[in-house]
């Protein structure tokens, strides 16, 4: 598991590990989940997950806003390469699965640098078109 945090020593488990962006009110969580290849010390990415929150208060913390996930072993071709997850919509949409990458999900799948790129494409229109929509005038 490799996660990031923000501060010091967190006794909070992995998934609830966040750290602050560049705009006030909002948070970020990312966690990603290796297991082994077989034998040996081959490692293969099992889930690549980035959540953006709403600093909400003090009874609720955060409010999620948006997922970016990754399940690259997982039988559904929607949740294979990065998908996007709508967190703070009416259900059944937060459980929905928006593929980002589905026209050329083979290639991105071929190799952890392909799948990589593919994932920072994505956070990058998040910090590009979604963060800055929440920044204060």
């Known amino acids: 598991m490799l996660a990031i945090h923000d501060g010091g020593v967190s006794k909070l488990p992995y998934r609830r590990w966040c750290f602050r962006t560049h705009v006030k009110g909002l948070r970020a969580a990312y966690f990603e989940l290796w297991k082994p290849a077989g034998a040996g010390s081959e490692l293969r990415l099992d889930r690549a997950y980035f959540t953006l929150m709403q600093v909400v208060g ?14 690259p072993d997982d039988a559904s071709r929607l949740k294979k390469g990065p998908h996007l997850h709508v967190a703070h919509a009416h259900d059944p949409l937060p459980h929905c699965h928006f593929p980002l990458n589905l026209g050329h999900l083979d290639s991105i799948l071929t190799d952890i640098a392909e799948l990589t790129y ?17 920044q204060v005038a």
Not at 58 to 71: A, T
Not at 118 to 134: F, N, S
């Open 58 to 71: 003090p009874d609720k913390p955060y409010r999620e806003l948006l997922g970016i996930h990754c399940d």
């Open 118 to 134: 593919a994932i920072e494409l994505a956070l990058g229109v998040v910090a590009e078109d979604v963060l800055p929509r929440y």
